[in-house]
């Protein structure tokens, strides 16, 4: 039986064009044609599906989360039960989901296998949830940002769960390779401080220069995306000099910074939203006072050079480090609304969390765009984005892989 999706406005995220009444017709989990309205001839037993007062786009990317971690002002979760933190981040992945994100990146979890295990069951249907791109856990280093001991203080507890610390790029490239072998699909690695470690700097480098070569050459090798967390410029310029795959964060890249970025072609993923929660909401909902300074000294510098950077051409994707004190799943849509503030074109911006998000993944043959052959993972709202980037708050209608996860009249 065929679903025949009548859109009002449809944006395949293909060429970037807006057309009008045109159908989605999806056979099981793919899309078999696209065709206008006019003329198409209904079979008995088409299941109509009638999304033609709605703006129809691809499922949602967030290039960004952490699914084992709940948007707790104080994240509390490594102290927990990996089972316990696993049945968290089911409800998560579904919120995520219900939330119009199809797929996500998760960016680092608690434990070696658990993100791979919550993709694996949603994939195998004992779960409902977006696909799952995984990292594992995070490589970081002795003092670095998230390590266990900055860890410990910060929050109390004993833990050798969170990271994995490596001191020499042997090390990192044996963490590199054991993350892979377990089933990540990428490699994460802290370049910088962070703003939710304290005592780290967020803007010092602390992988050197050797450790990122080493995990560059073990993403090489395999083939696989290395995702570096950056804020300090020194560091952003250390990972896009070895040529990661793409920067996250990406604060305060500096004009040498950006000009290696477009020479090796690294992508960034901003995260407005999370510091702007922490800085503006972080001391009343009690995240601590260290995070919230961190925050609130690198936000006014944030949007401005994310901004030089899209304009020199830098390839920015969508992606919100949701999870993060204050950022809670399937609510993170106010990162569309800042990308804009930033200054990033409308029809950029959902490029940015549809097909240039599927093309850093690497999955772009199945998602992405709205094409024949593609997996049918829709969303669909009753505004328009391209009138305001507020009607992407509006999700109500979610399909992937041809079921409906939600439908609002
Ligand atoms: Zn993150």
Redesign the pocket.
């Known amino acids: 039986m065929r679903k025949l999706v009548l859109c009002g406005k449809l944006f395949d995220a293909v060429d970037g064009s807006v057309r009008e009444n045109m159908v989605i017709i999806v056979e099981q989990d793919r899309i078999t044609e696209i065709t206008p309205k006019a003329g198409l001839a209904i079979r008995p037993d088409d299941e109509l599906i009638d999304l033609s007062r709605h703006f129809v786009m691809p499922g949602l990317i967030d290039a960004?989360v952490?699914l084992g971690m709940s948007g707790f002002p104080a994240i509390r979760e490594p102290d927990e039960p990996a089972e316990l933190v696993a049945a968290k981040a089911l409800k998560n992945a579904k919120d995520n989901l219900l939330g119009g994100f199809t797929t996500v990146r998760d960016?680092?979890y608690f434990t070696i296998q658990g993100c791979q295990s919550i993709r694996d069951a949603i994939n195998a249907g004992f779960a409902t949830g977006p696909r799952i791109f995984t990292s594992g856990m995070v490589i970081t280093q002795t003092a670095g940002h998230l390590e266990p001991r900055w860890t410990q203080e910060r929050f109390g507890f004993q833990t050798l769960k969170p990271v994995n610390v490596a001191n020499t790029p042997g090390e990192v490239v044996a963490a590199a390779r054991h993350m892979l072998k377990m089933g990540a699909d990428q490699i994460k690695i802290m370049v910088t401080g962070g703003v939710l470690s304290k005592g780290t700097n967020v803007g010092e480098q602390n992988m050197s220069d050797e450790e990122i070569q080493a995990a560059v050459s073990v993403g090489k090798m395999h083939d696989r995306v290395v995702s570096a967390?950056a804020h300090g410029t020194e560091g952003i310029k250390a990972a896009a000099r070895a040529g990661v795959t793409v920067i996250?964060h990406c604060t305060t890249v500096d004009d040498e910074g950006i000009e290696l970025m477009l020479k090796n072609k690294v992508a960034l993923v901003p995260?407005f939203i999370v510091l702007k929660l922490i800085a503006e909401k972080g001391a009343a909902a009690g995240v601590s006072m260290d995070a919230v300074e961190k925050s609130a000294a690198l936000v006014p510098m944030h949007l401005h050079n994310i901004k030089k950077a899209y304009d020199a051409g830098v390839r920015v994707i969508f992606g919100t480090?949701t999870g993060?004190p204050l950022g809670y799943h399937g609510k993170q849509h106010q990162e569309f609304v800042l990308m804009e503030q930033a200054g990033i074109a409308k029809t950029d911006i959902l490029l940015a969390a549809t097909r240039y998000a599927a093309e850093l993944l690497g999955w772009q043959a199945d998602i992405g765009t709205l094409e024949p052959g593609k997996y049918a993972d829709i969303v669909a709202l009753p505004g328009d984005p391209f009138e305001s980037m507020e009607a992407m708050k509006q999700i109500s209608f979610v399909m992937k892989g041809g079921q409906i996860h939600l439908q609002r009249a």
């Open positions: 960004h952490h960016e680092g967390h996250e995260t480090d993060t």
